[in-house]
């Protein structure tokens, strides 16, 4: 660590890395030298992105060495991020006594993560004995404390309402679950085009288009881009437009090994999921301008 730092350049180190949209190693190592530097000097927010920053470094020792200071202080985040390592096994083997505690920890203070995942530890037991009844109403007061705060929907929306859907649909009652899981869609369709870290909100887009082609008989109506998903696990072409009406033609082919793979634009895509990664409409990712791409029936073969 650098003798000389003060707290005033090492607040600005942080400030300037967090309004970077990219980052090098060099600006990572800075950062953490600050964050260091900063949680000496017993800086508890520091301590806790420090945790985070070792997190996503996968030196997962010491992220929990750093979320277990901070969320000694109280530290939500923190104890959300002993949830994770705990819940996953970074350290080892899954320990779901430590991973519910921590959760539980940050859920009772209102962390909407930590909601969700108390929320899926008893619907499949976990730890807790096997409650549906309590994991729905922990999910509903989510639901409450997102309300109607922009950021919170931005954010958290989508894996809240995608799972009330859920149960609603195992409930029976199919509109209501309709109604969630298309908002949920409208939600993250906006934050995939706006962020570049996108892995788990396709996942999430994939099980919300399963949902929609299983229960809402109007999705054959429903002209979103992100349909494809569904859609190109029917080997066949299909075409989209962008708002300019120029067309573009896809191709999901299933290999010898039961995959599916997809042609597009002269490239191909191992998967339907790298397709939605990877694939440009002109200068832009698919993802980003998903809200301006319709399917185009008037072009399909069926």
């Not at 929320?119 to 509903?140: R, T």
Request: glycine share 6%.
């Amino acid at each position: 660590m650098v003798k000389t730092m003060n707290k005033e350049q090492a607040t600005k180190i942080w400030d300037n890395y967090y309004n970077k949209r990219t980052h090098s190693k060099k600006d990572d190592e800075d950062l953490i030298e600050a964050l260091l530097f900063l949680s000496d000097d017993g800086d508890i927010e520091a301590t806790a992105y420090l945790g985070g920053m070792y997190y996503e470094m996968k030196k997962f020792d010491l992220a929990e060495k750093y979320y277990l200071i901070a969320s000694e202080e109280g530290n939500v985040g923190a104890m959300n991020g002993l949830g994770y390592i705990y819940y996953y096994g970074r350290l080892g083997t899954p320990d779901y006594e430590k991973a519910f505690k921590y959760y539980k920890m940050s859920a009772d203070l209102g962390h909407i993560n930590s909601m969700i995942k108390v929320s899926d530890m008893y619907k499949n037991g976990y730890y807790v004995e096997k409650d549906l009844d309590k994991s729905y109403d922990i999910l509903m007061n989510a639901f409450t404390e997102i309300g109607e705060d922009g950021n919170m929907i931005f954010w958290h929306y989508p894996e809240v309402a995608s799972r009330i859907a859920t149960i609603k649909f195992n409930k029976g009652e199919i509109e209501e679950g309709i109604h969630y899981m298309r908002q949920a869609r409208d939600v993250l369709v906006d934050r995939m085009a706006r962020t570049d870290s996108f892995w788990g909100d396709l996942t999430i887009m994939s099980t919300i288009e399963s949902s929609l082609f299983k229960y809402d008989k109007d999705i054959n109506y429903d002209a979103c881009i992100y349909n494809l998903l569904e859609l190109m696990k029917t080997p066949d072409k299909y075409y989209f437009c962008h708002y300019d009406e120029e067309h573009y033609t896809v191709e999901s082919i299933k290999e010898e090994d039961g995959t599916i793979s997809v042609k597009y634009n002269e490239k191909w895509f191992k998967s339907i999921k790298d397709f939605f990664l990877y694939a440009m409409v002109g200068e832009e990712k698919l993802t980003a301008i998903a809200e301006e791409l319709r399917l185009d029936e008037s072009l399909d073969s069926h």
